[in-house]
């Protein structure tokens, strides 16, 4: 099933998790499935997959992944494609992995960049990867995108084009990158709108669990990290368990108040985490 066509019915509640390690040991992959198992019971309506844990190049544990998510709990899986790590005959050929899975559905990705700039593959731009996915396939394509602005563009109106470009090229739904201010993401969605981006834009949400985590991401995303969230992270940062607490409430009154304003979902960046997430999604139960 195409993912887009759960936004039939909005608002749309998604996760996504990282696969295990290639060199994982059998107590963290018994520790993986059972946090999926959890994750799978709060009945998302997907789940997408990074393309290796942390980043890494892990193609078939990604691909293995999404099959059993779909073939165990009937949801569907989606898999991120990183232009960076691939050729175009590359891409050709994972597509035809994926089809064979009977899996429909790609989050499209530029990738970061190395350190050295390099871009090692055939993709430049994510809507490369998009235009070379669309090419002979029917496969429906999520997008990335960035309330703060991507951290490589000029300004908004520059990263506003570009995201055109990618939509123009075959993308049918967006999920934003991470970001703790809403009024950023509501004011993105008026930068689309001017654009004539009309494709459902879920909001990425990311609970905080770990300070020095966040502040990395933060800061390799381009992500405002607002003074009221600030002074929680200052008040909580030696405290593990009061701020993963106040992390979740924080990311709560986030989704609460996007709820609350007609949001098309919310994509909850789960990093694994199911006791965070469960929370999360039983705060919100009554609303959805």
């Known amino acids: 099933m195409k993912v887009v066509n759960c936004f039939n019915e909005r608002p749309v509640i998604s996760f996504e998790i ?7 040991s059998e107590k963290a992959l018994d520790r993986f499935y059972t946090s999926l198992e959890t994750l799978a019971s709060l009945k998302p309506a997907y789940i997408s997959v990074t ?19 779909k073939e165990q709990y009937g949801i569907e899986a989606v898999p991120h494609i990183p232009g960076l790590n691939f050729t ?30 390099h871009i090692p593959g055939d993709f430049q731009y994510a809507s490369d990867l998009v235009t070379e996915i669309k090419r002979d396939g029917d496969f429906n394509v999520l997008g990335a995108c960035y309330p703060d602005v991507h951290p490589e563009a000029k300004d908004s109106v520059s990263d506003i084009r570009g995201l055109k470009c990618k939509v123009d090229a075959g993308v049918s ?19 689309c709108e001017l654009a004539s981006i009309d494709v459902p834009v879920q909001a990425g949400i990311m609970p905080v669990v770990n300070e020095r985590q966040i502040r ?6 381009g992500v405002a ?39 098309d979902g919310v994509h909850l960046y789960t990093m694994d985490n199911p006791v965070v997430t469960k929370r999360i999604c039983e705060a919100i139960a009554t609303l959805i």
């Open 51 to 69: 393309y290796g844990a942390g980043g890494g190049d892990n193609k078939s544990g990604t691909l293995d992944l999404c099959h059993y998510i």
């Open 173 to 191: 739904q967006l999920i934003t990158q991470l970001f703790f201010e809403n009024e950023h993401y509501y004011q993105f969605l008026e930068r």
């Open 216 to 221: 990395k991401m933060a800061t390799m995303n």
């Open 18 to 24: 990282f696969p295990p390690r290639p060199n994982a």
């Open 225 to 263: 990290l607002p003074p009221k969230f600030l002074k929680m992270m200052a008040h909580y940062q030696d405290n593990k368990i009061a701020m993963r607490d106040a992390g979740i409430a924080y990311a709560v009154d986030q989704i609460v108040d996007l709820l609350s304003e007609g949001v």
């Open 88 to 117: 175009k005959a590359g891409v050709q050929q994972y597509l035809k992995e994926l089809e064979a899975d009977g899996l429909d559905n790609v989050l499209a990705l530029r990738g970061d960049l190395p350190e050295d700039g």
